[in-house]
């Protein structure tokens, strides 16, 4: 059984620091590109930030400079530090893992919460 649980959000002020975690089990998560999605009221759910299974990383323009995604294989998890919070950030936030070789191997975590307020 496939499991991705996060943790880490909260409330914080705006200029402020979250580090997000997402703890894998149930797959070859060193396979598995690795990545951070958020979710708005009443918006889509957009991307943040991936990490393939060898390091490279790609991120949303809204938050390049801010948010670092990095990855731990002999961990099995994935975290997402973001600096310099915004209230636009305020979100669900997701975890997910993508298996490029075989596109239905994709799963969520159940998301957490970030509130950043101003």
């Known amino acids: 059984q496939v499991q991705l649980v996060e943790s880490g959000g909260g409330l914080v002020q705006a200029g402020e620091s979250l580090r997000l975690s997402c703890a894998a089990s149930g797959i070859t998560f060193s396979l598995y590109v690795m990545g951070w999605y958020r979710q708005a009221p009443g918006k889509q759910r957009e991307l943040v930030a991936t990490?393939?299974?060898?390091?490279?990383?790609n991120y949303a323009d809204s938050v390049k400079g801010r948010f670092t995604i990095s990855r731990d294989n002999a961990k099995s998890t994935v975290y997402l530090r973001m600096n310099s919070l915004r209230p636009d950030d305020t979100a669900v936030y997701y975890c997910?893992?993508?298996?490029?070789?075989?596109?239905?191997?994709?799963?969520w975590g159940q998301g957490t919460q970030v509130t950043v307020s101003s």
């Open positions: 997910n893992a993508h298996d490029i070789t075989l596109p239905s191997r994709d799963y």
């Open positions: 990490i393939s299974s060898g390091g490279r990383t």
